[in-house]
Nanobody, 116 residues
Framework: QVQFVESGGGLVQPWGSLRLSCAAS?????????MGWYRQAPGKQRESVAT???????TYADSVKGRFTISRDNAKNTVYLQMNSLKLEDTAVYYC?????????WGQGTQVTVSS
């Protein structure tokens, strides 16, 4: 069973930065899959934040465009999310999954809290 393990979250002040990592295990041919970062804030539905395709094409939610950057290291089966200029509304649990997310692949996520 494919497993994604997210890390790098924490408490940060507004305008601060964090870098999230997602390590994929038990996943052959990681490099051919589009990968995505998602988040779920309290009381809200999970939403897509950013995706990166096999060739490296990236897409972002309007709310994070210009502030977040998704990248991947196929040699390490890892996808990253660099988050800059964080806002209070970025507070959420962040998850990674395929670009076409599979229910059975959701991990524990990593909590990001933006607070002054």
């Amino acid at each position: 069973q494919v497993q994604f393990v997210e890390s790098g979250g924490g408490l940060v002040q507004p305008w601060g930065s964090l870098r999230l990592s997602c390590a994929a295990s038990r996943m052959t041919f990681f490099s051919i899959y589009a990968m995505g970062w998602y988040r779920q804030a309290p009381g809200k539905q999970r939403e897509s934040v950013a995706t990166i395709t096999k060739p490296g094409t990236t897409t972002y939610a309007d709310s994070v465009k210009g502030r977040f950057t998704i990248s991947r290291d196929n040699a390490k089966n890892t996808v990253y999310l660099q988050m800059n200029s964080l806002k209070l509304e970025d507070t959420a649990v962040y998850y990674c999954n395929l670009g076409d997310p599979q229910n059975s692949y959701w991990g524990q996520g990593t909590q990001v809290t933006v607070s002054s």
